[in-house]
T-cell receptor, first 113, second 111 residues
Framework: DARVTQTPRDKVTEMGQEVTMRCQPILGHNTVFWYRQTMMQGLELLAYFRNRAPLDDSGMPKDRFSAEMPDATLATLKIQPSEPRDSAVYFC???????????FGQGTRLTVV | SQKIEQNSEALNIQEGKTATLTCNYTNYSPAYLQWYRQDPGRGPVFLLLIRENEKEKRKERLKVTFDTTLKQSLFHITASQPADSATYLCALANSGYALNFGKGTSLLVTP
């Protein structure tokens, strides 16, 4: 059963700490998205990779956020330093260039106190 | 600026009726539009895609229409069931770009 795997599922951290979220896309998928979801803003696109190259990270606060794909099986989203306003659910999704639908992971619920 | 608007008010309907959800957009020239379902505590799940040259698409009890002149999509669930209760998200992308999502409309189907 192919699925996108995100870790951790839940993370509580103190303001100023570094947070790293990980995503394993579905094997064979070459497109990876990072979204952030809050009640107020809904799902916001943070970053978009194709074949491990970043295509769009315009939605990501560059001063504290960074997204990478060290290899085809791992995508990471880092926040350093974290702030209370970063509290949200972060979703990773993957897809293939020949198929436009996105497959989402279960999300990482981040709480910054 | 680009906007995707869905009715923020929850839609409450009785079991067996048809639910109709609306998605309006501005400043997009989408190659396609998608609808997703999201249950509490879970990620969105893809339901249907409709391309810019298609007027209507059906899948079982689901029907989607796409009017690029009105810049609007309608999502219908016929013979609704309590299990259809969820939040439904509209998503679209210009060709070659990533999906952007509306905030979703919550649907509650009561027995």
């Amino acid at each position: 059963d192919a699925r996108v795997t995100q870790t951790p599922r839940d993370k509580v951290t103190e303001m100023g700490q570094e947070v790293t979220m990980r995503c394993q896309p579905i094997l064979g998928h070459n497109t990876v998205f990072w979204y952030r979801q809050t009640m107020m803003q809904g799902l916001e696109l943070l970053a978009y990779f194709r074949n491990r190259a970043p295509l769009d990270d315009s939605g990501m606060p560059k001063d504290r956020f960074s997204a990478e794909m060290p290899d085809a099986t791992l995508a990471t989203l880092k926040i350093q330093p974290s702030e209370p306003r970063d509290s949200a659910v972060y979703f990773c999704a993957s897809g293939s260039s020949g198929n436009t639908e996105a497959f989402f992971g279960q999300g990482t619920r981040l709480t910054v106190v | 600026s680009q906007k995707i608007e869905q009715n923020s008010e929850a839609l409450n309907i009785q079991e067996g009726k048809t639910a109709t959800l609306t998605c309006n957009y501005t400043n997009y020239s989408p190659a396609y539009l998608q609808w997703y379902r999201q249950d509490p505590g879970r990620g969105p799940v893809f339901l249907l895609l409709i391309r810019e040259n298609e007027k209507e698409k059906r899948k079982e009890r689901l029907k989607v229409t796409f009017d690029t002149t009105l810049k609007q999509s309608l999502f219908h669930i016929t013979a609704s069931q309590p299990a259809d209760s969820a939040t439904y998200l509209c998503a679209l992308a210009n060709s070659g770009y990533a999906l952007n999502f509306g905030k979703g409309t919550s649907l509650l189907v009561t027995p």
